[in-house]
């Protein structure tokens, strides 16, 4: 049985997602600040997955995001660590030029849920 929280589809995000999400977008080039502006108007798009939080990314309109340019892979990466020790990383992906998914890919024992900032050292590696 499923415990994670019912959502719908369109709901805003949580405090600890759009964390996660501005953090995927901070880098200092055209295209991030590409995908900040698009993350005004991003909504939770559902979960990609059925055993994690990794979750999808959606919009009610596109009509007022500018396309972000890139050539495959994930659009940025954040790596997760603890006590030193690295973790994993997250990454924001892209879908034609729109914001996608984010996924968290762990080293080794995964954590069954999306690490935050509250529990975990978040560092932007860069983008992609």
């Known amino acids: 049985m499923d415990s994670r929280p019912v959502r719908d589809k369109g ?7 759009l964390e996660l999400l501005a953090l995927l977008c901070s880098g200092s080039d055209d295209e991030s600040a590409k995908a ?6 991003a909504r ?3 979960y990609q997955f059925d ?5 999808c990314i959606s919009f009610p309109s596109k009509r007022d995001c500018e396309s972000i340019r890139h050539s495959g892979g994930p659009f940025s990466t954040v790596a997760v660590s603890k006590d030193g020790t690295v973790l994993g990383h997250l990454d924001l992906w892209l879908l034609d030029g729109y914001l996608r998914s984010v996924d968290y890919m762990p080293i080794e024992d995964d954590p069954g849920h999306l690490p935050t900032t509250r529990d975990y050292t978040l560092e932007f590696s860069g983008r992609n």
């Not at 709901?11 to 997602?17: A, G, S």
């Not at 900040?36 to 108007?41: G, I, T, W």
């Not at 055993?51 to 979750?55: A, I, L, P, V, W």
């Open 51 to 55: 055993d994690c939080d990794c979750f």
């Open 11 to 17: 709901d805003e995000f949580r405090p600890d997602e």
């Open 44 to 46: 939770w798009g559902g």
């Open 36 to 41: 900040r502006q698009q993350l005004k108007y």
